[in-house]
């Protein structure tokens, strides 16, 4: 009995370890099969996440390669165009200057007046394409000059005036009020803004014409450009001041050009305080206003004559040291400052310019920045040191990424000018580095007395024809081909032609139109 009971006991112990193994083999065997379900759970994720990662890099590799054909893209148009707008004004030199080495009767003013305009264009668009890099290397310095702001404006004015009367255009010019002599801002800068807002509502319109209004007030300026054009679309009105771009329309996208003019004028403006707004009405126009801090000096400075005609300087003989490799350079400031009775001294690089300098003992010098040998920074040190502060010293280079404005306690010169040289601009420096008094034409001299009127031949006949056909089209180029043919053919007209290029170079159309209206 007792021993069935041990038995008894024996078998339930075995039975509840036999239990007990079995329920840690299935607990472990749910554990294991759980930690699997988890892992493939995870690996599942895992899996999901990289394909989805797939996905997204896929996505973004697209993006980017839409993004690099359409830069490329971009970048084709870009070429094209800067590749047009370079070849249409070299053209139009070459051609000139084959015309002119040929010994051809074409004037020389008309043959200086196409290539200077031209040389502008291209500079105009190579200081755009640098300004853009400046810009977004952070680079791009702004000048604080004094600029005569009526001038400017008139100069800006009548560069355009031509090509609105070539396309039947009226431009007009409006000042609101006072208009301050002198304002002190980066004229460069400000001439850019001008010229490109300008050149776009002449492009862009086909009929009527351009206003420029100019407000000033409380040291700023508010100028507005206003044209009669094709208008533009409002999801546009943002689009136009993007790089490359130049709105939807077809009218716009066949225009000439590559598309920077409005990008630049927006940061140049902004780098200068203001801003660029536009508004626009589809059919009717559109009006880009430019608001500006122009702040006005207190005093007018020395040399405030210098946009007139200049015949000389008061007080003693001046002595000018111009030391750049450039022949063609020295030949120029050779020709304009002589006549004006300076003392002009050239060397081709450092080493003789420092050795004329001692000969010469000059006040001022022009100095180039890169020459053969010597720098021009290291001749300034120089130059610096053996004549000491009484010299004046203007670095006068092409290398505009190197300005300093000079004595500011690291550079040794006293201003700065960048190549090409407005030679308006180079007066404008010098008088006031040597504070001298400019002797210029007298503006309000008594007009001389009318002539008398002009009796032509009948053989003039259809040569007036032409000039009045042509002066009603702004047909420049007719009107000087055909003053040409009229003086080669009518001997008798010498003197009618004598005073209608005067007026033509002017752009006195009017005046052209007045003394034709005097011939019998």
Request: glycine fraction near 8%.
């Amino acid at each position: 009995m007792a021993m069935a009971r041990i038995l008894g006991t024996i078998g339930l112990g075995l039975a509840l370890a036999v239990a007990a193994t079995f329920i840690r083999l299935f607990l472990k065997a749910r554990a294991g099969h759980r930690a699997a379900e988890a892992a493939n759970h995870a690996q599942t994720e895992r899996l999901h996440a990289e394909i989805a990662a797939h996905k997204e890099t896929e996505a973004a590799l697209g993006r980017a390669k839409e993004t690099a054909e359409a830069a490329n893209a971009a970048k084709t148009r870009y070429l094209v165009a800067v590749s047009h707008e370079i070849r249409s004004p070299l053209n139009a030199i070459y051609g000139y200057a084959q015309l002119l080495e040929r010994g051809d009767s074409i004037p020389p003013r008309e043959a200086g007046g196409v290539i200077r305009r031209s040389a502008e264009h291209l500079t105009n668009l190579v200081e755009g394409l640098l300004d853009i890099s400046r810009v977004e290397s952070g680079v791009l310095q702004v000048r604080q000059e004094l600029v005569r702001l009526p001038a400017l404006l008139d100069q800006v004015v009548e560069m355009f005036r031509v090509q609105a009367s070539a396309k039947g255009l009226s431009l007009d010019y409006v000042v609101e009020g006072r208009l301050p002599a002198y304002v002190r801002t980066d004229e460069k800068r400000l001439r850019q803004i001008l010229i490109n807002l300008l050149s776009n509502a002449i492009k862009y319109t086909d009929k009527g014409g351009a206003t420029l209004t100019v407000r000033y007030r409380s040291q700023s300026a508010a100028i507005e450009v206003r044209d009669t054009g094709p208008g533009i679309p409002p999801e546009d009105l943002e689009r136009i001041f993007e790089p490359f771009e130049r709105g939807r329309e077809p009218d716009a996208v066949m225009q000439p050009g590559i598309g920077l003019g409005l990008a630049i004028t927006r940061v140049l403006a902004r780098i200068l305080g203001g801003e660029v707004t536009v508004t626009s009405e589809l059919g009717k126009g559109s009006s880009f206003l430019l608001r500006l801090l122009l702040p006005e000096p207190i005093e007018a400075p020395a040399g405030a004559a210098a946009y007139r005609r200049v015949t000389g300087y008061e007080g003693p003989r001046r002595t000018i040291l111009v030391i750049d490799d450039s022949p063609a350079q020295t030949t120029v400031v050779h020709h304009l400052l002589r006549p004006l009775g300076f003392s002009v001294f050239e060397a081709s690089g450092g080493a003789p310019g420092l050795a004329l300098a001692d000969h010469c003992s000059p006040d001022l010098v022009l100095l180039d920045i890169q020459m053969p040998g010597t720098s021009g920074w290291d001749v300034a040190e120089q130059l610096r040191a053996r004549f000491g502060p009484d010299l004046r010293i203007v670095m006068v280079s092409a290398n505009a990424h190197e300005f300093h404005a000079g004595r500011d306690g690291r550079r040794a010169h006293d201003a700065f000018l960048t190549k090409p040289v407005d030679l308006d601009a180079l007066l404008d420096m010098i008088a006031r580095q040597l504070g001298l008094g400019w002797i210029v034409e007298e503006a309000g001299a008594a007009p001389a007395p009318p002539r008398p009127p002009l009796a032509l031949p009948v053989a003039a006949t259809p040569y007036l024809d032409d000039l009045r056909r042509f002066m009603k089209l702004g047909h420049v180029r007719g009107i000087e081909t055909t003053l040409v043919n009229l003086e080669r053919d009518v001997p008798e007209s010498v003197d009618l032609v004598a005073r209608l290029r005067p007026q033509l170079e002017a752009f006195d159309l009017r005046g052209l139109a007045r003394t034709l209206d005097d011939v019998r």
